[in-house]
């Protein structure tokens, strides 16, 4: 915990008049709009008020005196557990763990880590989770108050499936996205005011507190923030105290002819809402093809199966096929072979990459043979095997 004395350069005995007179001081030299450009001293001046608000207050500064007397206490029991001789090089090694305070020397760090002052990145970052939802946080957040930096919207990712005729003619698609967004009213803080999390005194904002059972203590989750660390006073009535709140958007969108499968759309701006100025993210549309039945699909080409009698693959024929916008004769030549492949040209999809034209539709030809004969059909292949050309050579 942060030893609010300390920040004030002062002693547990500081009067009422010492506490204010420290702070009229420190106030004086890291005032914000003395040192418009310096971060730190923002975040000295928050300090100090916080500090200032605690101690000038003598309701709050006796329950700060009683905090900091237990952390105290326990402070001195990890001090003698970790002078017992099994403990000394891990003691050694770690020396400025051990620390209570670090520079500056009045600012009074706490040595679990977790009051530190932030950096402007670290800060940053910080806003940013606070911005999805404060109730996430691993770790409580500092509460400084410095101006909110722009932050831009997450980007969103969706997929979109359409058909191979959609791909032959294009197409105007609508496609519903939701998503949960930062909540505008508390801009992702949760609380009415725009507050931040304060950080609950039950835990001191460590989420969890130490209960005695038996011999034992045994840490429990905080009852006062349900393991959060932090509370929030009044919940933003918006989002009741999430910080975000659930979108849900139409967006029409139109699919060229001829686009290739997994291409990625990027519509621009339609992401999650940016905050503080900062721009919105942009949401990605990733094109998925269908799988169809009777076309498969190679860049611009198609292919497709026929069925042939294996009399029309010996003697040729003309037979009817389904390409993706109409019927045509397809001409077969005398003596095709089974899995031969017939190209009809310019009946694929439309070329994309700027191209204009289409691309081929392949025919592959099944050759289908009778599972049973009757007994004439028999002894006339049997008359067709003894011809002059039988048995068929292969090379
Ligand atoms: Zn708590
Ligand atoms: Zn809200």
């Not at 891990?90 to 400025?96: D, G, I, L, N």
């Not at 030809?365 to 011809?387: A, G, N």
Request: with cysteine; charged share 30%.
């Amino acid at each position: 915990m942060i030893d609010y004395y300390q920040v004030l350069g002062l002693t547990p005995a500081a009067s009422a008049e010492d506490i204010k007179k420290a702070y009229r001081d420190l106030a004086l030299n890291f005032h914000p709009d003395k040192n418009p450009t310096d971060q730190n001293a923002h975040t000295h001046f928050q300090l100090i008020s916080e500090a200032y608000t605690i101690l000038s207050n003598p309701k709050t500064r006796s329950e700060f005196d009683q905090e900091r007397e237990s952390a105290k206490a326990a402070e001195q029991v990890a001090t003698t557990v970790e002078s017992l001789p099994q403990a000394k090089k891990k003691k050694k090694s770690t020396p400025a763990k051990r620390k209570s305070i670090s520079l500056p020397t009045w600012f009074g760090f706490s040595n679990r880590g977790q009051r530190r002052q932030p950096t402007r990145r670290q800060h940053r970052s910080r806003a940013r989770r606070r911005q999805q939802s404060w109730w996430n946080l691993s770790s409580p957040p500092r509460p400084v108050e410095l101006p909110p930096e722009p932050t831009e919207g997450e980007d969103l990712h969706r997929e979109i499936e359409i058909t191979i005729q959609d791909i032959a003619k294009g197409v105007r698609k609508t496609v519903p996205i939701e998503y949960e967004d930062v909540c505008h009213h508390c801009v992702g803080s949760g609380s009415q005011h725009r507050a931040e999390p304060r950080r609950c005194n039950r835990c001191d904002g460590l989420g969890t507190v130490q209960n005695l059972q038996g011999d034992y203590e045994v840490k429990e989750p905080c009852p006062s923030c349900l393991g959060k660390g932090m509370l929030i006073d009044h919940l933003c009535r918006q989002c009741f105290g999430k910080g975000a709140i659930e979108q849900k958007r139409q967006i029409a969108i139109n699919i060229q002819p001829g686009v290739q499968d997994s291409t990625i759309l990027k519509i621009a701006n339609h992401g999650k809402s940016g905050l503080h100025g900062g721009e919105n993210g942009d949401l990605y549309l990733t094109i998925r093809q269908a799988v169809d039945e009777r076309f498969s699909r190679q860049g611009d080409d198609l292919t497709c199966e026929i069925d042939l009698d294996f009399i029309d693959a010996v003697l040729g024929a003309k037979v009817k096929i389904d390409t993706l916008d109409d019927t045509l004769d397809l001409m077969v030549p005398p003596g095709v072979q089974p899995g031969q492949i017939l190209p009809v040209p310019r009946h694929g999809l439309p070329k994309s990459n700027g191209e204009v034209g289409r691309g081929d539709l392949f025919v592959k030809v099944r050759v289908l043979l009778p599972d049973e004969v009757t007994h004439r059909q028999r002894k006339l292949l049997v008359q067709f095997y003894d011809s002059p050309n039988m048995p068929i050579k292969t090379e």
